[in-house]
């Protein structure tokens, strides 16, 4: 007997699936912690973002100008760059530096961390849109959650050829799934792209910007992708987003080209240019310059 078998082919492109497609983890830094009964830890701060969950027990996260936030097991707490960050038992317990040996003492829960290492694309257009602190729940984070939980338990434990692509591939799963629960959270305030992926008016543009964003689109195209006017479509991607349809693609594009500048090192900064809708170099600098304050051979040396 023959056996069927369907397929689920996923052409559209959406602004979250294209930010975390080309803002992988890669290198990243992982670690399973105590914390302890009576003194918690301190994070630095200084990755650019920080993903924990509480494996057992429960824990309070404590940084300066952000409400502290209680996390049972299971729940996860996305952490931007800044300040850096506390994890204790109790509020106002002390702590010791992240990375230090610990006293002998009970542990109140344990956490285990991944963190990513900067990426431009991540960086510009999505972490920086978080608040401080971002606690996901686990009801809300959902049985994928666990899953990709436990494979990175799993693999820490019992590290085999191939690990360190493992553990990166798990820590994007574990990002997009945590964004999708908080971006749905109704509190959370969602940004300008996110919200634009269900408006009808602004989403189709959203789209096919993101699916190719060389190509020179005008105002009066991206309206026609939504069966309005020119005017009516400028006006209701405003205010969707937070910027004009070309401003908007104008950003995302520097961005790749800031991506490209900085993990291609043998493209050319014409190559570059070409490949994010500029014909000659001269103008693709001065669009870079004009978004980043300095030109791209600089911004490139620099980082």
């Known amino acids: 007997m023959k056996r069927a078998y369907s397929f689920v082919i996923l052409q559209d492109v959406d602004p979250l699936a294209d930010l975390l ?9 992982f670690a399973q912690t ?5 003194r918690g830890i301190e994070f ?3 990755r650019r973002l920080a993903i924990h969950t509480l494996l057992d027990g429960d824990a309070w996260f404590e940084r300066d100008g952000a409400d502290a936030v209680a996390l049972r097991a299971g729940d ?14 109790q509020p106002g317990a002390p702590v010791r530096p992240h990375g230090t040996e610990a006293v002998a003492e009970a542990a109140h829960g344990r956490l285990l961390c991944g963190a990513y290492t900067l990426e431009a694309i991540l960086s510009a257009s999505l972490v920086d849109t978080l ?3 971002v606690p996901i729940r686990a009801a809300a984070a959902g049985p994928r959650v666990r899953l990709v939980l436990t494979l990175m338990r799993e693999e820490l434990a019992a590290p085999g050829p191939g690990t360190p692509a493992v553990l990166d591939r798990a820590l994007d799963l574990l990002l997009a799934l945590g964004l999708r629960a908080w971006f749905a959270d109704p509190d959370a305030t969602v940004p300008g792209w996110y919200a634009a992926m269900d408006d009808p008016v602004a989403g189709p543009a959203i789209a096919a910007m993101h699916a190719d964003p060389s190509r020179a689109w005008t105002v009066p195209e991206l309206a ?12 209701r991607f405003a205010q969707v987003v937070g910027e004009a349809p070309i401003a908007y693609l104008t950003g995302w594009r520097m961005s790749i ?11 050319t900064i014409a190559t570059v240019a070409h ?11 001065t669009a870079f310059r004009r978004h980043f304050g300095e030109p791209p051979g600089r911004w490139r040396r620099r980082v």
């Open 44 to 46: 630095g701060g200084r």
């Open 34 to 38: 105590a914390v302890g009964a009576d």
């Open 76 to 89: 996860l707490i996305l952490v931007p760059a800044g300040a850096p960050y506390r994890v204790v038992a």
């Open 275 to 285: 490949r994010v809708g500029y014909e000659n170099e001269y103008a693709f600098a």
């Open 131 to 133: 608040p401080a602190l």
């Open 224 to 235: 026609a992708l939504a069966g309005v006017s020119r005017s009516a479509f400028a006006g």
């Open 257 to 267: 080209a800031a991506q490209a500048l900085t993990d291609e090192p043998a493209a």
């Open 21 to 29: 497609a080309r803002g992988r983890a890669r290198g990243s830094v």
